[in-house]
């Protein structure tokens, strides 16, 4: 069995949709969500599956050896962020596989402060003619990683950030867990 933590900051619908793709799973379990916002919904999904639900706080994360020791001694295998937030100290780079998914086709509109709602605007604003989805493999820099997969998808002329955000949660959605599977398959 592949143990799978997830860290997320959000709302955690890809967290949900990840816990539900692998209910059941005969090879990979998501053993547990962890988050850096007390109040963040993720949290209370993530429980409502019977997911154990973890908050940690900056201090935690940063000098993060009991963290890392938690983690270990849950033989996680792989930390899977959706939608999280911070940049990963190199502790834990070091000590475990990370994968990302970003809202965007890096190197485009990737980095710090480029998440969620942010990317959308800049992306509308700019008239794209098309975005995407980037999961990608962390390293000790910000969306710089080894990509694992792109899709992308149109940038219709009358989007919102709001519309384009609806667009890219359906390709997350579809591409994401499958995406931690091949991964895991391939790396065993
Ligand atoms: C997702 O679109 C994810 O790609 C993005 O945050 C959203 C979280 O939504 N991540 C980033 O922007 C990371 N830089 P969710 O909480 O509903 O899963």
Redesign the pocket.
């Given at each position: 069995m592949r143990n799978i933590a997830i860290f997320?900051s959000?709302?955690?619908?890809?967290?949900e949709n990840i816990i539900r793709y692998f209910k059941n799973h005969p090879d990979v379990r998501v053993d547990s969500v962890w988050s850096n916002k007390k109040e963040a919904f993720?949290l209370q999904r993530s429980k409502d599956l019977g997911i154990e639900s973890r908050y940690f706080t900056r201090e935690e994360f940063m000098v993060p050896d009991r963290m890392i020791r938690e983690l270990q001694s849950r033989n996680i295998d792989l930390i899977v962020l959706?939608?999280?937030?911070w940049l990963v100290p190199p502790e834990f780079v070091d000590a475990f596989t990370i994968i990302?998914?970003?809202?965007a086709l890096l190197p485009g509109y990737g980095g710090k402060g480029?998440?969620?709602s942010f990317?959308h605007e800049s992306v509308v604003n700019n008239k794209d003619k098309e975005s995407g989805?980037t999961i990608h493999l962390v390293n000790r820099e910000y969306?710089k990683g080894d990509h694992l997969l792109q899709v992308k998808c149109p940038v219709l002329p009358d989007d919102t950030p709001d519309t384009l955000?609806a667009r890219?949660?359906e390709l997350?959605y579809q591409f994401f867990p499958r995406a931690i599977e091949d991964f895991l398959n391939r790396n065993h």
């Open positions: 997320a959000g709302s955690g619908s890809n967290a993720v959706a939608g999280f937030l990302n998914i970003h809202p480029m998440y969620g990317v989805i969306d955000a890219i949660h997350e």
